[in-house]
């Protein structure tokens, strides 16, 4: 299981709203991650993550708000979490079609596998999950963890090739030790909102717990 984990403070401050947008400092981490991400992943990156701070910015409290955003390759998830100094947890509000705001949390459910909101030993977590496509095999991983390589090609190949269905690991000469590893290989899931149960679970693998 490969994770990766980064924090970046903001100050709760409207100016803040529209560095949170900036493509740049998202995209980077993806880059220095080695994550692929596809015009949908990376919008609803972008979107989320600015909307979490907009409702930071005008309903929490303290000065400074802390934006950490996770990604777990094995389970294609991101999960993107802003704190602030507040107690109250967001109460979910849908705006009418007049309404000149409040369309936040819409976007957040509509763009994102799961959301929700927590609290914290010094306020509140308000979090976002997001699905990522399928990740690129490379050579590191394949040598690595084979059992997880078999299955990652497996999925890229879909369910017209033929599943491959047994990797062996070579020893070293004098060792006399050999290990296989027989995989079955099942056509990969599109990713969907996950039943509230499983919602804890994810979050905690996320981030590494």
Known sequence: MRLHSQSFLLARDPTSVPISRRRRRLQGL??????????????????????LVTN?????????????????????RILVEVYDGSLVLPVPHWADSEDESGRGMALIDRLSLCHGAEHTTCGKCVWAEIAMPPQRVIRQR???RPRRAARAIARRLGPARKPLTTVRVG???GHGRHSSAVTRISSALRPDR?????????REALRGS
């Open 142 to 144: 394949l040598i690595l």
């Open 30 to 51: 993806a880059k220095k991650w080695g994550l692929r991400l596809d015009e949908s992943s990376d919008t609803a990156l972008t979107v989320i993550t600015s909307e």
């Open 171 to 173: 020893s070293r000469a």
């Open 56 to 76: 930071a910015v005008r309903h929490g409290t303290g000065t400074v708000l802390t934006i950490t955003v996770s990604a777990n390759l094995s389970r294609r």
């Open 194 to 202: 996950e039943h509230p149960a499983q919602i804890r679970d994810t």
